[in-house]
């Protein structure tokens, strides 16, 4: 180590300032009295929302379950606006988290990880970052994101496109313009199907290039009254009970109706009402809609005569609803007139899956049966090389090994949380974990939790590291897999779940299909029992975890 650099010691360093490195330092900092930093790229903090500022960007999740609820009066002093919150509300949001408990001053802004070894002398790890700096800790967590690697397909002539481009990952923090523009769109993800009805709403001609049709709600947003907003405030414990009691922790509960077990002319009410509540609800209108593919069809079919009854040209409306998937098997979008913005004269939908881009040439794309669209600005809206990315891309390594050699095959931990070989490193919400199969602000408040009770419990017994078993990641990976099969969530072979959307990454099912509820049954029952399936550095106890302590049968998690 070098000795220059001491004052850049810290007992934990936190890596992101989003949802969970806010959370994550203030536990650390407030509640355990450690010295705490958090590094993070951005300008200011807000995680994958500081980014995501693209047109109709805004949280599926309802707001009123769409924030933490570790403190009653950041609750009671906060007032969300909408059903849904939009971009700008959700950082409006975390920096009053930020500033409430005096965060900033603990985190170093504009700087980017780039590598991260840890040194069996020191048992210290060490952070590189971009500018040359290091930092030293003896714990690191990683609040780095699920979906905060962008995409950009590497499509032939990009560079000589003679207009702009934009991914909606990285999006401008000034307005984009689009006024007179012909703008093209790839991608119709629940990104995508944000941001077409507001980028038409100013364009003068919207393409949009649609390989993979989609399943979507409609959000029925609405600006929250007076009365609305006072009774979220007057319900704190009943909200947080509420949130932390769902497999997907939303402020909702799923039914224990069975699609096939009530009449046709019920279960046509039954989606009609969904369809009229709108949002990610819907999908919780049977307990069944992810696990009988009977039920799930029943649900496309409606849905897809929904979207017929929405788009008037009937070539336009096949080109939609021609899904080859289940219904929420990939990430079911939700929006607002997405499909009834078809309708207008100045928007047209292009099928790259009959016909594929062959290229940008420098005034548009071009398509491999012949046609050209004359474009001045492209939105990618491609999404992300997800959850196993924004951790390779920290560089972690040890002397012994690398994430990027340890993951070869595809991620590979103890909960998502932990992975054998890298001591006293925790992964908030990393793969193998509920994290995007639910309500993600839940999931990290559960991760923040149980990870600092396990520093503080290291702490307290005198334990100078800790490490996952590779049996218990072994057993976890597999559960994971298990767990996933007995739904319909891996039968899409092109989803991002399964990291099919990047070349070459290995097709392994990411998060944890078991439920956030059922999970954190798991995570409690392994912290009681001292860390079970972890070695302890100061005991030396090889505790090994048979299968059968993590078998739970409870229902698939129907999240974000
Ligand atoms: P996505 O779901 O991965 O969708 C990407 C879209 O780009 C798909 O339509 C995909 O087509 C298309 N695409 C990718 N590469 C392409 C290529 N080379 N040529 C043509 N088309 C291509 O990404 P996303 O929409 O950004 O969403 C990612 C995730 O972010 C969501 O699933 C969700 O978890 C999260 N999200 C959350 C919210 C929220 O409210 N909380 C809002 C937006 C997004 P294929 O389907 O054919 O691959």
């Not at 606006?81 to 009053?96: F, H, M, T």
């Not at 696990?291 to 849905?303: C, E, G, H, L, V």
């Not at 289940?326 to 007139?337: E, G, L, V």
């Amino acid at each position: 180590m070098r000795t220059e650099k001491l004052s850049n010691v810290y007992d934990a360093l936190v890596i992101g300032a989003g949802f969970s490195g806010l959370y994550q330092l203030h536990k650390l900092r407030d509640e355990l009295g450690l010295k705490v930093a958090v590094i993070e790229k951005g300008a200011g903090v807000g995680g994958t929302w500081y980014w995501n500022r693209y047109p109709g960007a805004r949280c599926d999740s309802e707001s009123q379950g769409y924030a933490y609820f570790f403190s009653r009066q950041l609750h009671e002093n906060w007032q969300w606006s909408e059903r849904y919150p939009g971009n700008a509300e959700i950082r409006k949001y975390l920096n009053y988290v930020a500033d409430s408990l005096n965060l900033r001053k603990d985190i170093f802004f504009n700087k980017t990880v780039s590598n991260c070894s840890f040194s069996e002398y020191t048992e210290l790890w060490e952070i590189q970052t971009e500018d040359f700096d290091a930092l030293y800790c003896k714990w690191l967590v990683t609040a780095v994101g699920c979906l905060s690697a962008t995409n950009v397909p590497n499509i032939t002539g990009i560079s000589r496109f003679k207009g702009d481009w934009y991914h909606t990952g990285k999006w401008p923090h000034n307005d984009v313009d689009f006024n007179g523009l012909r703008v093209g769109q790839i991608g119709t993800g629940s990104t995508g199907i944000q941001a077409v009805p507001e980028i038409a709403k100013t364009c003068e001609h919207l393409t949009v290039f649609q390989r993979t049709p989609n399943y979507s709600i409609p959000a029925h947003n609405t600006k929250w009254d007076a009365t609305y907003t006072d009774w979220v405030r007057s319900h704190y414990d009943e909200l947080k009970a509420l949130v932390r009691s769902t497999s997907n922790g939303h402020p909702f509960r799923i039914s224990n109706n069975l699609t096939m077990e009530v009449s046709d002319e019920e279960r046509q009410k039954m989606f009609e009402r969904a369809w009229n509540d709108g949002g990610l609800r819907f999908r919780g209108v049977f307990h069944d809609l992810l696990t009988s593919q009977t039920a799930n069809s029943a649900a496309a079919d409606f849905i897809k005569s929904k979207i017929r009854q929405k788009v008037t040209d009937p070539k336009t409306a096949d080109i939609l609803t021609n899904i080859d998937h289940p219904y929420a098997a990939k990430r079911p979008p939700i929006d607002t007139y997405y499909f009834e913005t078809f309708n207008k004269d100045h928007v047209t939908l292009v099928d790259i899956q009959t016909d594929p881009i062959a290229e940008i040439t420098r005034n548009g794309i071009a398509l491999e049966g012949g046609a050209h669209h004359e474009l001045d600005v492209i939105v990618f809206a491609t999404g992300y090389d997800a959850m196993t990315k924004p951790l390779l891309n920290l560089n972690i390594e040890t002397p012994k090994t690398s994430l990027k050699s340890y993951w070869e095959g595809g991620p590979r931990n103890y909960l998502g949380l932990a992975i054998p070989g890298f001591p006293n490193l925790f992964t908030i919400t990393g793969p193998g974990s509920p994290s995007v199969l639910s309500n993600m602000p839940v999931s990290i408040e559960q991760h923040v939790d149980w990870i600092t009770e396990c520093i503080a419990y290291c702490i307290e017994t005198g334990c100078t590291s800790i490490e996952a078993q590779e049996q218990s990641a072994e057993i976890w990976t597999d559960h994971v897999r298990k767990t996933a099969d007995a739904t319909l969530l891996p039968k899409v072979q092109h989803s991002w779940y399964l990291g099919a959307n990047i070349p070459g990454k290995p097709r392994v099912f990411m998060p944890y299909a078991g439920g956030l509820n059922t999970y954190r049954k798991i995570c409690d029952n392994i912290a009681e029992e001292g860390y079970k399936g972890f070695v302890l550095n100061s005991e030396k106890t090889h505790k090994t975890s048979k299968p059968s302590d993590f078998i739970f049968s409870e229902g698939v998690s129907l999240g974000v």
